[in-house]
C-alpha cells in the first residue's frame, strides 16, 4: 500500500523540514480503501532554495515513536491493541515504541485504523514503516506488522526506509549542492524516480552497493 497520511506527517514532512522546506499536514478527516474519503490540508511556505541531505551513517538508535489511529472503532480498543501489539513485538528484539493512541470520530461514513512507526537515531537516519486495518485482520495482527516492517528496517542498518528513499529523490534533486543517503533495497519506485530526475533536470545520481546497502548519492 501506499503510505498513510500519518507517514506523511511524521516521517516524510519532518525529513523535507531539514531540507528547508516548512510544510505541514492537518487531518480534517481520516479516510480508508476502498472508499477513501479522508480530508487533509496541506500548508506550505514559500522557499527560495532546498538544502542538501547528508545521512550516511546509521548511527545508535535514540528515540522510537508511533500513532495508532482507529475510526469509529474505540469500543472494540482497536488503536490500544494496535499498539501494544506492535510494542509487544517490537519489545522482543530490545526496542520500545512511544505510541499515541487516537480514537477518531472525524468520518462518521467510514470505519478503519492504521499504525505509524518511526525509528530516529543519534546521526539523524529516519526509519519508519506503518500498516493498516483490513476486514479480516485482528488488530494485533498490524500492530505486529508494523513493528516487523521497522524492525526489517532499522536492522539494515540504512538511513532512510525503502519508501522515503525513492519520496526523496525529486527534493534531493532540487536542493544545492551534494546529497547522500543509505537504503536497504533498490525499489522500482527510487529506479524510475532517480531517471526522471536526471531526464528532466540534468542532475546526476550514483547508486552504490556498500556493506549490503544501497549508497543513493547526488552530485551533480
Known amino acids: 500500500?501506499?503510505?498513510?497520511?500519518?507517514?506523511?506527517?511524521?516521517?516524510?514532512?519532518?525529513?523535507?523540514?531539514?531540507?528547508?522546506?516548512?510544510?505541514?499536514i492537518t487531518v480534517q478527516k481520516y479516510g480508508y480503501y476502498p472508499k477513501g474519503m479522508g480530508e487533509a490540508t496541506l500548508t506550505v511556505e514559500p522557499c527560495k532554495e532546498f538544502k542538501p541531505l547528508s545521512l550516511e551513517e546509521f548511527g545508535n538508535i535514540k528515540d522510537v515513536r508511533g500513532v495508532s489511529v482507529c475510526t469509529f472503532l474505540a469500543e472494540r480498543r482497536v488503536a490500544e491493541r494496535q499498539a501494544k501489539a506492535?510494542?509487544?513485538h517490537l519489545q522482543k528484539y530490545g526496542l520500545e515504541a512511544d505510541i499515541q493512541i487516537v480514537n477518531d470520530r472525524s468520518n462518521p461514513l467510514q470505519k478503519g485504523s492504521s499504525i505509524v512507526l518511526w525509528a530516529e537515531t543519534d546521526r539523524d537516519a529516519v526509519l519508519g514503516a506503518d500498516a493498516i486495518g483490513e476486514l479480516?485482520?485482528?488488530?494485533?495482527?498490524?500492530?505486529?506488522?508494523?513493528?516487523?516492517?521497522?524492525?526489517?528496517?532499522?536492522?539494515?542498518r540504512a538511513t532512510v526506509d525503502v519508501h522515503l528513499a525513492d519520496m526523496l529523490i525529486p527534493y534531493v534533486a532540487l536542493a544545492n549542492g551534494r546529497s547522500v543517503y543509505q537504503t536497504r533495497a533498490m525499489s522500482d519506485h527510487?529506479?524510475?524516480?532517480?531517471?526522471?530526475?536526471?531526464?528532466?533536470?540534468?542532475?546526476?545520481f550514483n547508486v552504490k552497493?556498500?556493506?549490503?546497502?544501497?549508497?543513493?548519492?547526488?552530485?551533480?
Open 1 to 24: 500500500h501506499s503510505p498513510t497520511i500519518n507517514y506523511m506527517r511524521f516521517v516524510f514532512l519532518p525529513v523535507l523540514r531539514r531540507m528547508g522546506i516548512n510544510a505541514d
Open 86 to 88: 506492535a510494542n509487544n
Open 136 to 156: 479480516g485482520k485482528t488488530s494485533e495482527a498490524v500492530g505486529v506488522e508494523a513493528a516487523e516492517k521497522l524492525y526489517t528496517e532499522v536492522s539494515s
Open 190 to 204: 527510487l529506479e524510475t524516480n532517480i531517471w526522471l530526475a536526471e531526464t528532466f533536470l540534468g542532475v546526476k
Open 209 to 220: 552497493r556498500v556493506n549490503g546497502l544501497y549508497r543513493v548519492e547526488k552530485v551533480g
